[in-house]
């Protein structure tokens, strides 16, 4: 049977974005023989094929326009940030649309109408990226399917479904009206496919609408910093439902090497969000790609910006996308997580930032992080081997069906470039679960993972007569894992989902399924014990003391010598100048004592060499002359930045403008020069604004500025500052913002 076609496109409702062309084949029978082929480049055109035949051309259903219910759909799929532009849905959950008819209505028992869906370069039916499927009555599940909802006049409104394990991506949607053997094709318009954690049948299902709200649609939060011991917390501005950031998103999986090298089989795994999280993790670095970020970790940021001074990933992903895809400089830890964390969340993937405080980079998977020292304690040569303050990651939600059961929830992916995965600078998804039951064979890169929050740390310590100390620490790494509590500005500790109990049965089967066989050897015990304390918190720009406490509960008097020392340091574990030092050759401990020494540290001594990370790193090396021995003992100290303070001046609503006074009080002994604000908010902002203040900032005065907001969006927004002077840097600060309706 031949099969008469007029093919029609229409304006309204594509939805294209800049700089992707578009490759458009409309079929003309069932059996899928092309009779149109277009190529579309910017908005869609009109064109139409002519054929002669006995039938008059106003029996044919002509469709005006199709309206894709932007409003609706935004609403009914939590994209209503998202559907300004165009239709943005997600999988496993009917949308609508409806058609206009011009001439005549649609007749159910007279015309025929089958759809076409369609996503990437080439698509095809085998490989998942091309559906065709019919006006039903009857819903299939796991099929792509189309349903009439009401029908007045010529207003034909329909439901269409995208089955839950559907690629994600941009999709054309064109429609087939035949009758008979006649019949016209027309070209509907486009939609964005994502993820859906409302849906039980989707791989991302979360349960939990709490949950759901923070994992996936919340635009702000924060990410954890400083040291085990001092923990503090920077605002976020992840701003994934910004104008134009869910095009970048696309763009990016679209210049992975992946596509580059087989466009459909990476359309077609585009369904896993395995695969997606595996391709967001090598592509938020540019390690071996176009990728978003270029890390940078030795303080030197004079050609690009420093690591501290971001406050969210929207500028970053705009920088990226507008500059021809040039690397932004400069990332380092959570700024590859939070840009991860920005992409998966808009795609539709559960995801959080997690901060591993005292974390293991173990390049060789022995478990072991060894240092080897001189004679007062120092570290000799440079390692690559290090444990780091804190490092950063992300967790991301979905099932793995590619494993064993049990392993479905949260998966740690690492998108920071530390060591090669299969080939490629990424790292995960591993389920949490494996790391914690010490099985480390499940895909993807448990080993490392497992070193980061399980490694043990030795130190040889080089003795005066050459040989080698060895001191082993088992508790030193993976402590107090943190992220964001839901629904609340507060830090929850999820240490508990990548350990059991230090010293219980479930640990210590843990450890033999890893063969981590160092854990389970029992510590020496001394009789001597050191802890660096300090007596209060530190303040940015303060003098203060630290203390090294010092117990002997033998029964012997011990002749002791102690060496104290303060260094700066990065979070990365990189040390600095010495700030202060204390070396005591004589010390003498009583039998059953506590002693205290005092190590002063001044700011005047500190002031030039701290980074911006506020970290000094205080170390105590104490030896016992009669046997011989050795206690090493560390602590990390963050300097706590001043308060930024935020007033919001006007009444908070909806399209009306705010503005918002920024102030900082300089706490330094010396006058702050070039001094910056910088102020962003998703849903208060429309773009990153920076103020520069005129004059320098004088001791005790204040730093103020007021910048004007005009939120567009009814609820709670986080505005989040930076402030950068020559003194004083990437000090935090953020105001939650609840805007009413107009």
């Known amino acids: 049977m031949s099969l008469c076609l007029r093919a029609r496109t229409f304006s309204p409702g594509v939805f294209v974005p800049p700089g992707l062309t578009l490759w458009v084949q409309l079929s003309a029978s069932s059996t899928e023989s092309a009779a149109s082929d277009l190529h579309l480049e910017g908005p869609a055109t009109s064109t139409r094929s002519h054929c002669h035949h006995h039938r008059t051309m106003a029996e044919d259903l002509v469709v005006q326009r199709c309206d894709l219910e932007l409003e609706a759909n935004g609403r009914d799929h939590h994209t209503e940030d998202l559907c300004r532009k165009g239709l943005v849905v997600r999988r496993g959950q009917p949308f609508r649309i409806t058609l206009y008819f011009e001439g005549r209505h649609y007749e159910a028992s007279v015309d025929r109408l089958t759809f076409s869906v369609a996503t990437g370069p080439v698509p095809s039916k085998d490989s998942g990226t091309k559906a065709r499927f019919p006006l039903s009555s009857s819903v299939e599940k796991g099929t792509w399917t189309a349903s009439v909802v009401d029908q007045r006049d010529s207003a034909l409104s329909l439901q269409l479904t995208a089955p839950a394990h559907a690629p994600i991506g941009l999709y054309r949607l064109s429609l087939e009206a035949s009758m008979g053997n006649q019949g016209s094709s027309f070209m509907l318009g486009h939609f964005i496919l994502l993820f859906n954690p409302w849906c039980p049948a989707d791989s991302v299902y979360l349960d939990s609408e709490e949950e759901r709200q923070e994992y996936v649609l919340s635009q702000q939060g924060f990410i954890y910093q400083g040291s085990a011991k001092f923990i503090t917390s920077i605002p976020w501005n992840f701003g994934q439902f910004e104008g134009d950031i869910l095009d970048i998103c696309l763009t990016l999986l679209d210049v992975n090497p992946k596509f580059q090298k087989n466009s459909d089989r990476d359309c077609c795994r585009r369904s896993s969000p395995i695969y997606v999280c595996r391709v967001v993790s090598a592509m938020v670095n540019c390690n071996d790609d176009q990728g978003v970020l270029v890390g940078r970790w030795d303080q030197n940021y004079s050609d690009g910006i420093s690591p501290m001074f971001w406050i969210g990933s929207v500028d970053i992903l705009r920088r990226w996308k507008n500059y021809g895809l040039q690397k932004v400089k400069y990332g380092q830890c959570w700024v590859f997580a939070a840009v991860a964390c920005t992409v998966l969340r808009c795609l539709g993937i559960p995801t959080r930032v997690v901060t591993n405080f005292s974390s293991a980079h173990d390049q060789n998977s022995n478990l072991l992080i060894e240092y080897f020292r001189n004679e007062s304690g120092e570290i000799e040569g440079k390692k690559s081997e290090m444990i780091w303050n804190f490092h950063c990651w992300v967790e991301s939600w979905m099932t793995r069906p590619d494993l064993q059961p049990g392993y479905n929830g949260w998966q740690a992916l690492d998108p920071t470039p530390q060591e090669k995965s299969e080939g490629t600078y990424c790292c995960g998804p591993v389920p949490v679960r494996a790391i914690k039951e010490g099985d480390l064979s499940v895909k993807y890169d448990a080993p490392f993972v497992f070193a980061e929050v399980n490694a043990d740390v030795v130190d040889w310590i080089r003795q005066k007569d050459g040989t080698m100390h060895k001191s082993i620490n088992h508790r030193l790494v993976g402590l107090k894992i943190s992220t964001k509590r839901v629904g609340r500005d507060e830090r929850e500790d999820i240490t508990h989902i990548y350990k059991y109990p230090e010293g219980s049965a479930e640990e210590r089967k843990a450890f033999q399924r890893a063969n981590h066989l160092n854990k389970l050897s029992t510590k020496e015990e001394t009789g001597v014990a050191m802890r660096i304390r300090v007596a209060q ?57 506590e002693n205290r020494i005092p190590l002063p540290i001044l700011y005047e001594n500190y002031c030039d060499y701290l980074t911006e990370s506020n970290l000094i790193k205080v170390r105590g090396l104490l030896i016992q002359k009669t046997d011989n021995k050795y206690v090493l003992a560390e602590r990390d100290i963050y300097l706590e930045n001043p308060e930024i303070k935020i007033r919001i001046l006007g009444e908070p609503k909806k399209d009306r403008k705010l503005v918002a006074e920024v102030s900082l009080q300089n706490p330094l002994t010396t006058p702050l020069e070039g001094c910056v604000f910088t102020v962003e908010g998703a849903g208060l902002t429309e773009k990153q604004m920076t103020v520069e203040l005129p004059e320098p900032v004088e001791v005790g005065q204040e730093a103020k500025v007021r910048v004007n907001l005009l939120p567009h969006h009814v609820g709670l927004h986080k505005l989040v500052v930076n402030f950068e002077s020559n003194k004083l840097k990437a000090v935090k600060g953020y105001r939650n913002v609840i805007i009413g309706p107009p």
């Open 537 to 593: 918190s530190m303040k940015m720009g303060s003098n203060f003391h630290v203390f090294a406490y010092i117990t002997n509960s033998t029964t012997q008097d011990l002749k002791c010598s102690l060496m104290l020392s303060a260094r700066t340091v990065s979070y990365n574990g990189v040390l600095g100048p010495v700030c202060s030092s204390n070396n005591m050759l004589d010390l003498s401990l009583e039998p059953s004592s």
